[in-house]
């Protein structure tokens, strides 16, 4: 099964801030990786999928990018709202696999 | 607009089953794979399994394989988790989610997805 490792696991922020959270795939997944953000008490949402594309109605204060095997999600100019925990998933192929979740959290 | 709703949670004894359901509105369920994803209490999101559309193809995490099973009523706009064999480790809210439909047969992001069903496994 494909691993993927997700860091940090938390992180203190201010608002205004700019954060970044990285997923490393144990191997080749191409661009399917997507970006889901949870609430506490909620279903996660899709902020970003195939690595980069932002989903309808996601602030573009979020932005993905990837590099080989790496992916990363930014977070620019945090909001009060934005203080929650993110996941990513490869969707390349079954199992599937989430990272092990980044709490974002206030400073 | 899409919903899914989960029901049939609650509280079974270590060896007993539990059957989930999702039921869905606001699109052609008949089309698309669909999944379960559960969060054990403080705990990451964990894959549980997944459903193509017309129920040829499903998929297990090895930590439920042989003891859950995976269906869907396309008639009825419902997807099911027959869980067995529960263990205090399979403790977690559920969530059903609809793979986007990127690829058709094959695995993508999960696009809508509901607000989960608390399963408690205690004696």
């Known amino acids: 099964a494909i691993q993927m490792t997700q860091s940090p696991s938390s992180l203190s922020a201010s608002v205004g801030d700019s954060v970044t959270i990285t997923c490393r795939a144990s191997?080749?997944?191409?661009?399917?990786l997507g970006w889901y953000q949870q609430r506490p008490g909620r279903g996660p949402k899709l902020l970003i999928s195939?690595?980069?594309f932002l989903q309808s109605g996601v602030s573009s204060r979020f932005s993905g990018s990837q590099s080989g095997t790496d992916f990363t999600l930014t977070i620019s100019s945090l909001q009060p709202e934005d203080f929650v925990t993110y996941y990513c998933?490869?969707?390349?192929?079954?199992?599937?696999?989430f990272g092990g979740g980044t709490k974002v959290e206030i400073k | 607009e899409v919903e899914l709703v989960e029901s049939g949670g609650g509280l079974v004894k270590p060896g007993g089953s539990l059957r989930l359901s999702c039921a869905v509105s606001?699109?052609?369920?008949?089309?698309?794979?669909m999944n379960w994803v559960r969060q054990a209490p403080g705990k990451g999101l964990e894959w549980v399994s997944s459903?193509?559309?017309?129920?040829?193809?499903?998929f297990y995490a090895d930590s439920v394989k042989g003891r859950f099973t995976i269906s869907r009523d396309n008639a009825k706009n419902s997807l099911y988790l027959q869980m067995n064999s529960l263990t205090v480790e399979d403790t977690a809210v559920y969530y059903c989610?609809?793979?986007?439909?990127?690829?058709?047969?094959?695995?993508?992001?999960?696009?809508?997805w509901g607000q989960g069903a608390l399963v408690t496994v205690s004696s």
């Open positions: 459903v193509t559309a017309s129920s040829s193809h499903t």
């Open positions: 606001g699109f052609s369920f008949s089309t698309y794979n």
């Open positions: 191997q080749h997944i191409t661009n399917q």
């Open positions: 998933l490869q969707d390349y192929n079954y199992p599937l696999t």
């Open positions: 989610a609809r793979d986007s439909g990127r690829v058709p047969g094959l695995p993508g992001h999960f696009d809508y």
């Open positions: 195939d690595a980069s």
